[in-house]
């Protein structure tokens, strides 16, 4: 709290509850959680509880209390050669500061690329190196396999460069078992359920390592994400005639989706929970613009200079990954006494990394360009021909356990319904919003039969009281094709069959796909 010299100051939001501050929640802040499953700073959760943001300072003087910037952005900035070479010494230079510490140090190695890419250049100072991953334990019909190939990739890795490796397995009784302690940690929510791991990782890595470095921050500086290519064709997209792109637009949704201005409008594209997620556990009348508005002021008030893709890549450092990412990281490390650093954010490889043009950062078909073609020949090949995958945990798959599931359902009743549009059915709140996520299927092609031409469509699938699914799909000749299908994280198992104009799921005929032509939504 800023507002006067006599408020209580505090690292942790509850340090400041513990005095004389009221526990007003901020609706603000609320509803940005509800859109970027985050709580952006200077805002927390609660009204009178403020963050104080990166490279920002408060000072006490003549008890006038005054936040402001202590960062010129011209100090430090990278004068050298942008080359392959210079980027390999860049970060070797970098890993070898943060490995400077009087206690035991490790790294976490997730198994992709950058976490791969600390490991490589630890390993060229210090010939004995612990590091540590995390797995989960599941069943053999729970594809465990789909949620451990990061850690099967990181003990290879870890082997290839003669690493001590320690592995954690977590189980959905674990999970339960710490749940609160996570939640006491966190101050504040998050839509990310990483951080359940994350937690039961730095406890086990206590013993062995204080001091832990990580991969954060490549993706972001060096064009990581999927979003940020899809946006360079959205950007290529819009270099179309206008009246050509209303034909396209207009023929195929998705391509429409393309056609979308530069801004914070393709930022919410990418980022934002959509209206119709929020609609359905809002009451009517609330404002959902709020977030909108403020990350424009924040990050898109000025006009924008270069491609859009280097400023989504810089809101999204200046934003997601301090506020959502690192914050979870520190505050889950620090809850078991270790320091987590993250080397790819040292000032030197920042500042290198906005001297490197957009096309070596990203193409239409290539992702972190200059980062993975520097590191070719230092890096075990196999990495090359891994695909791209976020990490996270199988959230799904424990809420149909009866510990955590049981746990849920706890939860799900305790919530105030200050916000909660009574009138909905369980059935209509999307289950995942406790983890933040929901599992995703991609490919999936279903026969129907004598079905007619129809535009992309969404479709609400209820069946009985096992929740929602959400399919997206067009018409194909006589066939409908699913693009893509979100499944609820409390439904067993997936769409099967898809025939003599029936909709299936599990066995059970939950619909027609008359009624899904017709209506568009079946329940």
């Known amino acids: ?80 050669r942008v ?103 966190l101050d504040e929510p998050t839509g990310n359920t990483t951080a359940i791991p994350m937690m039961c990782l730095a406890h086990f890595t206590k013993p062995l390592a204080t001091v832990v470095c990580g991969g954060d921050g490549g993706d972001e500086l060096f064009g990581g994400y999927e979003r940020y290519r899809l946006s360079l064709l959205s950007s290529y997209y819009r270099m179309v005639p206008s009246p050509l792109r209303a034909i396209g637009d207009r023929l195929n949704s998705k391509v429409g989706k393309l056609d979308t201005a530069p801004g914070v409008d393709r930022f919410a594209r990418f980022l934002f929970q959509k209206d119709d997620v929020l609609t359905r556990v809002l009451r009517s009348g609330t404002q959902l613009d709020v977030t909108r508005a403020f990350f424009k002021d924040k990050f898109f008030a000025k006009p924008a200079k270069g491609s859009f893709e280097d400023i989504f890549m810089d809101v999204d450092r200046r934003s997601w990954l301090i506020d959502e990412s690192l914050m979870q990281t520190d505050k889950m490390s620090m809850s078991a006494g270790v320091e987590a650093r993250v080397p790819f954010l040292d000032n030197e490889v920042v500042a290198f990394a906005a001297c490197v043009p957009r096309s070596q950062k990203l193409t239409l078909t290539q992702s972190k360009r200059m980062l993975k073609r520097a590191f070719r020949g230092r890096l075990p090949e196999y990495l090359y021909h891994e695909p791209k995958r976020g990490w996270f945990p199988p959230a799904g798959v424990w809420l149909r356990h009866e510990r955590f599931g049981a746990l849920a359902r706890e939860i799900r009743r305790a919530v105030d319904a200050q916000f909660i549009d009574a009138d909905l059915g369980q059935a209509e709140i999307v289950a995942g919003d406790l983890a933040g996520t929901a599992d995703m299927i991609e490919g999936v092609d279903l026969s129907v039969t004598k079905a007619n031409n129809s535009p992309s469509s969404n479709i609400a699938l209820d069946a009985s009281s096992v929740k929602l699914a959400s399919f997206e799909f067009r018409a194909i000749g006589d066939d409908l094709k699913v693009e893509q299908m979100t499944v609820d994280t409390d439904i067993v198992g997936t769409a099967t069959d898809l025939a003599n104009g029936k909709v299936f799921l599990n066995g059970v005929q939950i619909g027609s796909t008359q009624d899904v032509l017709e209506a568009g939504t079946t329940k």
């Not at 010939?127 to 599941?138: A, D, E, K, R, V």
Request: with cysteine; charged share 25%; hydrophobic share 40%.
């Open 83 to 185: 080359t392959d070479t210079a980027l390999c010494e860049v970060i070797d230079a970098a890993v070898m500061r943060q490995l400077v510490s009087d206690r035991p140090l490790g790294i976490y190695l997730s198994g992709g690329f950058d976490s791969s890419i600390i490991l490589d250049s630890a390993s060229r100072v210090r010939s004995s190196i612990n590091t540590f991953s995390t797995g989960f334990t599941l069943g053999a019909d729970e594809t465990p396999e789909k949620y451990n190939t990061d850690q099967v990739l990181a003990r290879r890795t870890a082997e290839y460069y003669g690493a001590t490796h320690h592995e954690v397995m977590l189980s959905s009784d674990d999970v339960a078992e710490i749940f609160e302690r996570m939640v006491w940690h």
């Open 1 to 80: 709290r800023v507002k006067d010299p006599n408020d209580p100051l505090g690292l942790e939001i509850k340090a400041i509850l513990d005095h004389d501050v009221a526990r007003e929640l901020d609706h603000e802040a609320l509803m940005h959680y509800l859109r970027v499953l985050y709580v952006p700073a200077p805002l927390t959760m609660f009204k009178q509880v403020k963050k104080l943001e990166p490279g920002h300072m408060l000072t006490l003087q003549n008890g006038a209390l005054a936040v402001a910037s202590f960062v010129d952005p011209a100090h430090g900035a990278y004068t050298g």
